[in-house]
């Protein structure tokens, strides 16, 4: 899989059963992009700390889970409608050390309306930029 399928939209109901599914969707699309089985274990571990910060942080509604290949990375972008919640300063610190990890890149950043998060992971032999992160 390579940059020009465009992404792939996957939405779960904010249930902790759900993170395997979400797991299981990344791994598969960073097994088409030829990932390294290290930078696959990555994204999934990723992907559950992604879904597990929404289901805490949101309020009550679908996660959205947006996959997308490119020939440089892969990235994933998850979000929730947040309403009155915020992100919880424990939730967040470990949220943001998990991810600063296993991620080349990351971002986390919260509105009064929605949670959104987004990791890249460079492909093989593409150069890496230190992560960085957002609240």
């Known amino acids: 899989m390579s940059g020009g399928e465009g992404p792939v939209t996957l939405i779960l109901p904010p249930a902790a059963s759900m993170v395997r599914v979400g797991r299981l969707t990344a791994s598969s699309i960073a097994s088409l992009a030829d990932m390294s089985i290290d930078d696959i274990d990555d994204v999934k571990i990723a992907v559950s700390e992604m879904i597990t910060l929404l289901i805490q942080s949101g309020n009550r509604t679908a996660i959205t889970l947006r996959f997308e290949t490119t020939d440089e990375?892969?990235?994933?972008?998850a979000s929730t409608p947040s309403g009155a919640t915020s992100l919880g300063r424990n939730d967040l610190a470990l949220a943001t050390a998990v991810?600063?990890?296993?991620?080349d890149e990351h971002q986390i950043a919260s509105t009064d309306e929605r949670v959104l998060l987004r990791i890249v992971k460079r492909?093989?032999?593409?150069?890496?930029?230190?992560?960085a992160a957002t609240a």
């Open 99 to 103: 991810l600063e990890a296993v991620a």
């Open 73 to 77: 990375s892969f990235s994933v972008e």
């Open 123 to 131: 492909l093989a032999g593409q150069t890496s930029t230190p992560a």
